[in-house]
């Protein structure tokens, strides 16, 4: 029988230990061990690697990560009445789960973990999206993650793998595509979930580039595209006149004409624009 057998279903767990579901910390519990099985399964090859779970809640994923052979967890969970059903998942895999009782807001995850480091959640979204931004931050590269597979709202998912011509493209899919691959991997519907929540949801896995894609200075990336996308219907002449008064003939000499919108341009445009901008 393996460690995971061993351990009761997450219903009677949740039943035990008193787990309501508090809307305050977004909890949205996933119970069916193929599923979670399967999630950690999309964080590839974990058995040579450190995994940092982040939300672990009962442990469905938890379970899961372990069953899939992760070298170690690190669960980061800041509802305590989480604990004791974590302690016991902890108990059948003897040396392989440490359980952070802790905001993962708060917390310095390299600290306490060996790299290869994989991080994988299922957290509230709003949580996810400000964790992923910060993991994104260019001034700590290389990260200290070699991949991130974080469950997102389904429209958020969809935000950080589009490409120009959508409407999904934005600064989020900038910056998480100049620095990594970020593909979706799963959809899961709301019935996935326990309560159910009222939005689809998917998982995006992202495995980090070692270098950029294009070469361009991180702050006049970040501020080209936050002007241009700030005034997404405007063309570009009059989006980035605030960056530089003489846009008119950059763009120009870059061959990128003035008068396209910050939802046509590639990647590649935005980090041309950034470098000659300096
Ligand atoms: N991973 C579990 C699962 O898949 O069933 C629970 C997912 S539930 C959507 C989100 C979990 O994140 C909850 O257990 C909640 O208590 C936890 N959480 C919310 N905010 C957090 C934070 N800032 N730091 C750490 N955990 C947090």
Redesign the pocket.
Same mark, same amino acid.
């Given at each position: 029988m393996s460690a995971i057998d061993t351990l009761p279903p997450l219903r009677a767990v949740i039943a035990e230990h008193g787990l309501s579901a508090k809307k305050s =910390? #977004?909890? @949205?519990? *996933?119970l069916d061990l193929n599923l979670?099985a399967k999630i950690a399964r999309q964080a590839g090859d974990l058995t040579r690697c450190d995994v940092l779970e982040? #939300? %672990? #809640? %009962?442990g #469905? *994923?938890t379970r899961g990560l372990l069953a899939e052979g992760a070298r170690r967890v690190l669960a980061?969970?800041?509802?305590a009445r989480?604990l004791p059903a974590l302690a016991q998942i902890a108990d059948a895999y003897p040396g392989r789960l440490d359980i952070l009782n +802790?905001? +993962? *807001?708060q917390l310095n995850p390299t600290a306490h973990l060996t790299p290869p480091i994989r991080v994988v959640a @299922? =957290? %509230?979204y709003n949580?996810g999206t400000e964790l992923l931004t910060r993991w994104l931050d260019p001034v700590h590269w290389p990260p200290f993650w070699t991949s991130l597979t974080l469950m997102f709202q389904k429209e958020v998912a969809q935000r950080i793998v589009a490409g120009p011509g959508s409407k999904a493209y934005g600064r989020l899919a900038i910056l998480s595509q100049w620095r990594s691959d970020a593909r979706i991997v799963m959809e899961l519907p709301p019935e996935a979930f326990t309560p159910p929540p009222k939005i689809r949801s998917a998982v995006v896995h992202l495995t980090a580039l070692p270098e950029p894609r294009f070469p361009a200075p991180a702050p006049t990336l970040f501020r080209v595209t936050a002007a241009a996308f700030n005034q997404r219907r405007k063309m570009l002449r009059a989006s980035l006149k605030g960056l530089d008064p003489q846009i008119v003939s950059r763009l120009e000499g870059l061959g990128i004409a003035p008068t396209r919108r910050a939802e046509e341009l590639s990647l590649e445009e935005f980090c041309a624009i950034a470098r000659s901008l300096g």
């Amino acid at each position: 029988m393996s460690a995971i057998d061993t351990l009761p279903p997450l219903r009677a767990v949740i039943a035990e230990h008193g787990l309501s579901a508090k809307k305050s =910390l #977004g909890q @949205n519990f *996933l119970l069916d061990l193929n599923l979670t099985a399967k999630i950690a399964r999309q964080a590839g090859d974990l058995t040579r690697c450190d995994v940092l779970e982040i #939300g %672990p #809640g %009962p442990g #469905g *994923l938890t379970r899961g990560l372990l069953a899939e052979g992760a070298r170690r967890v690190l669960a980061v969970e800041k509802d305590a009445r989480c604990l004791p059903a974590l302690a016991q998942i902890a108990d059948a895999y003897p040396g392989r789960l440490d359980i952070l009782n +802790a905001d +993962a *807001l708060q917390l310095n995850p390299t600290a306490h973990l060996t790299p290869p480091i994989r991080v994988v959640a @299922n =957290l %509230p979204y709003n949580v996810g999206t400000e964790l992923l931004t910060r993991w994104l931050d260019p001034v700590h590269w290389p990260p200290f993650w070699t991949s991130l597979t974080l469950m997102f709202q389904k429209e958020v998912a969809q935000r950080i793998v589009a490409g120009p011509g959508s409407k999904a493209y934005g600064r989020l899919a900038i910056l998480s595509q100049w620095r990594s691959d970020a593909r979706i991997v799963m959809e899961l519907p709301p019935e996935a979930f326990t309560p159910p929540p009222k939005i689809r949801s998917a998982v995006v896995h992202l495995t980090a580039l070692p270098e950029p894609r294009f070469p361009a200075p991180a702050p006049t990336l970040f501020r080209v595209t936050a002007a241009a996308f700030n005034q997404r219907r405007k063309m570009l002449r009059a989006s980035l006149k605030g960056l530089d008064p003489q846009i008119v003939s950059r763009l120009e000499g870059l061959g990128i004409a003035p008068t396209r919108r910050a939802e046509e341009l590639s990647l590649e445009e935005f980090c041309a624009i950034a470098r000659s901008l300096g």
